[in-house]
């Protein structure tokens, strides 16, 4: 797809030039189609969000027997380097039975595998990093901690692949309702919300606080997802407001050392979210251009960043606002074009070829792809649940993607697959399975 021509402003403002980094947007043929100036546009800043890094390696077993003779005592609080947390058992969806949080530091501790012995060489270890604690610390300072915690809980712990989330915030803008009709992707799951963040219900009054724009959601969390919801009242519901605005006003300073950034206006993210996995076919897939040589390193967070321009255009490609069905929106060309990653580390290396790499759907037999469907109906169906409690169970899974891929390649669509389903767990029902 196209981009519109883009034109700024004359210094008297009485005329346009054609710029590529203008805000008036026009049309070669419809002519003006956007013009940002009015509305005051700017970015007020651009960060890594998230960073989930992953450990393998066998779990350290007294840390194992401290933490589980602390839980049955019942003591909230354990002690590790150097720094209290609260312990607890965590949800089998996280696939980790143990959890130490310090939100203070900005950091969640997951480990133990579910489904892993402790024993065993295995992904035993996830820390999850906020990002105020980000943002104290160089890439290489966060892996060094990171590495530090690691010690403890496993032994031979080796850093295996980090998920990350990469934000832009912008004012001036903010999503129309028919986004989700403009969006072009890949992606079979778009969600999109619209409702109260706060319902306060007295006898003189009702006091609603509501989402004034819709927020959406793009993609499979265990892939690449996008999300493009209002920041300043998502930041308000969490009681993160005052943090983030602080980071906006630093990232709009002026030359007068006054800010940029607009306290009366909202602010609006585009969040780009790269799963564990698609990191890692980055990595197995890349190449050098000039050597052949295939692969790069991105294991870690200093590793990984390096590489968040190519990761960002990626997404921008993967998810495209289109103003037509020949020109993308404006906005999408100053995301494609106007944004930069400020880290020293990060750049985009023009010798390396960005690929994904992964085993495809069809050249599997897809009959353990059946088997996993046939057993969890009949399980499910023993449970008595309701089909939609049943299909959400399965979308949850990190292989429906395959599973679907593998039967529309094999001329079934997703939703005649879900019939098929539907009827086939009435079937099981029927039969008495939940007797």
Known sequence: MLNLERFELSDDKQSTIASDKGLLFVHPKFGKVADLYEDNFQIVGTYVDTLRQLYKGYIN???????????SFGEKTFRLLSYDWLLGKSSKQSGYQFRLQNNELGIIIFFKMFHSKAESFSSHLKIECSPWFLDKRTPKQVDKFLDKIANKVLNCAEAHYPAI?????????????????????????????????????NLSEISCTYDRSQSFKFGSAGAVQMAIYNKTIQARSIDKFDYIEHKWEESTQLKDDTSGYDSEQDVFRTELRFHHSVIEQFALGSCDIKTGEIGVKMNTYSQVIKHIHALWQYGLKSFKLK??????????????????FKFPESSYQDNLHYKRYYKKATSFSGK????????????????????????????????????????????????ELIGRMKVSYQERILMGFSV
């Open 165 to 201: 989330h990469l934000a832009v915030d912008v004012q001036g803008w903010k999503p129309d309702n028919d986004l989700s009709e403009r969006m072009v992707c890949r992606s079979r799951r778009i969600s999109q919300y619209q409702g109260f963040d706060k319902a306060e219900f």
């Open 61 to 71: 077993p007294d840390l194992l027997t401290d933490c589980e003779e602390s839980i």
């Open 323 to 340: 103003y037509n069905s020949n020109y993308l929106d404006p906005i999408w060309t100053i995301l494609q074009e106007d944004i930069v």
């Open 368 to 415: 353990n792809y059946q088997l996993v469907i046939g057993n969890f109906l009949s399980a499910c169906a023993r449970k008595g649940l309701d089909f939609q409690t049943v299909l959400d169970g399965l979308q949850a899974m990190v292989i429906w993607d395959d599973i679907a891929v593998y039967y529309e390649n094999n001329q079934t669509t997703e939703g």
